[in-house]
């Protein structure tokens, strides 16, 4: 395997001068460089990562931690900082939670063992938890990006769910509903709180009543979604209107309507929240509130870079705001 000083033996230059021309270290004339480079081409000559890694104190990888699920949505944020990371010349090494505090846990230690250089959190189910394990490894930047456990002196890159909400639920009010329901995420979740919080403001701004029988808690998921409609249907009444906390359950409770033969959106509108790609293809194609997604990743990333680079910075807070999409599952009572 072909080393540097092969390549300032053929090169007849140093090997000092060859090392700053492949790491651009240090200004080398145009001539010179030339030289460097035919001659490691020549030799077919692969810099070692593990080398510079070493020398540098830094592996240019970032580790991630996401919780698995099957909604869209995780998986277009983590588009969104993969391909951040490939623009900024970065490795993504992701690692799946499963829910799974221990299975966390490990997945930190092993994530800061292979000294990555930053780490990002988004995992849903294990929201504000304490993880000590940070404070063996004080130098390492975190990000929090609002799904997740707490870290002190993180970086945190937040969606503004209770906004998000109100928008949601404003946008039935402004066409003509009174009688709105609502599908929360699970209410120890900081998101699904807040969401739910966004729709009672805006029942209570706009002076309707609110109707507990018309709200239901469930999981963020399709089966999730179903089984509220479904447990709405049992009620002595029913809402002309729903708030669903995602895109997701939005589905499972279009699904569920249509197997009762309750028609979206003639008998009862629906809005979702995320405005996962998919939406624009359900029938009828879904109104939603629009989390910016690959933002969502780009700014992590950023965040993170922003930190290795100024490592006494203040933590900071980034809030994402959502915008309104409107499609066809929501009709406008005249």
Not at 55 to 60: G, I, L, Q, S
Request: contains cysteine; glycine residues 6%; negative net charge.
């Amino acid at each position: 395997m072909p080393t540097m000083k092969d390549i300032a033996k053929l090169a007849g230059v140093s090997t000092s001068t060859v090392s700053h021309v492949i790491n651009k270290t240090r200004f080398v004339s145009d001539e010179i460089a030339e030289k460097v480079n035919a001659a490691a081409k020549q030799l077919n000559y692969a810099p070692s990562a593990l080398a510079r890694s070493l020398k540098m104190n830094r592996t240019k990888t970032i580790g991630m931690l996401v919780t698995t699920s099957t909604n869209p949505f995780f998986g277009e944020v983590v588009k969104g900082v993969e391909r951040s990371c490939y623009h900024q010349g970065y490795n993504l090494i992701l690692c799946n939670t499963e829910g799974d505090s221990e299975r966390m846990r490990a997945s930190i230690d092993t994530l800061l063992q292979k000294r990555v250089d930053g780490l990002m959190l988004m995992c849903t189910t294990l929201e504000g938890e304490h993880l000590d394990e940070f404070e063996r490894y004080p130098d390492i930047p975190v990000v929090v990006m609002d799904w997740g456990p707490m870290v002190n002196g993180s970086d945190k890159i937040l969606d503004n769910s209770f906004r998000g909400g109100y928008m949601a639920t404003q946008h039935l009010i402004d066409c003509g509903h009174q009688r709105i329901g609502c599908i929360t995420g699970p209410l120890n979740q900081h998101q699904a709180k807040s969401r739910y919080e966004g729709y009672q403001k805006a029942l209570s701004d706009a002076g309707l009543q609110q109707h507990p029988e018309w709200v239901v808690e469930s999981n963020f998921e399709c089966e999730g979604g179903f089984a509220a409609m479904n447990q709405l249907m049992e009620g002595d009444s029913l809402p002309s209107a729903l708030f669903v906390s995602n895109d997701m359950m939005a589905m499972g409770a279009i699904n569920a309507a249509a197997e009762l033969q309750i028609s979206v959106p003639e008998q009862i509108s629906i809005i979702g929240y995320d405005d996962i790609r998919i939406a624009q293809f359900m029938t009828p194609s879904l109104t939603t509130i629009h989390q910016p997604k690959y933002r969502l990743g780009k700014a992590a990333v950023e965040a993170l870079l922003a930190k290795l680079q100024n490592p006494e910075s203040a933590p900071q807070i980034i809030q994402l705001e959502p915008t309104l999409i409107e499609r066809k599952s929501v009709k406008v009572l005249r």
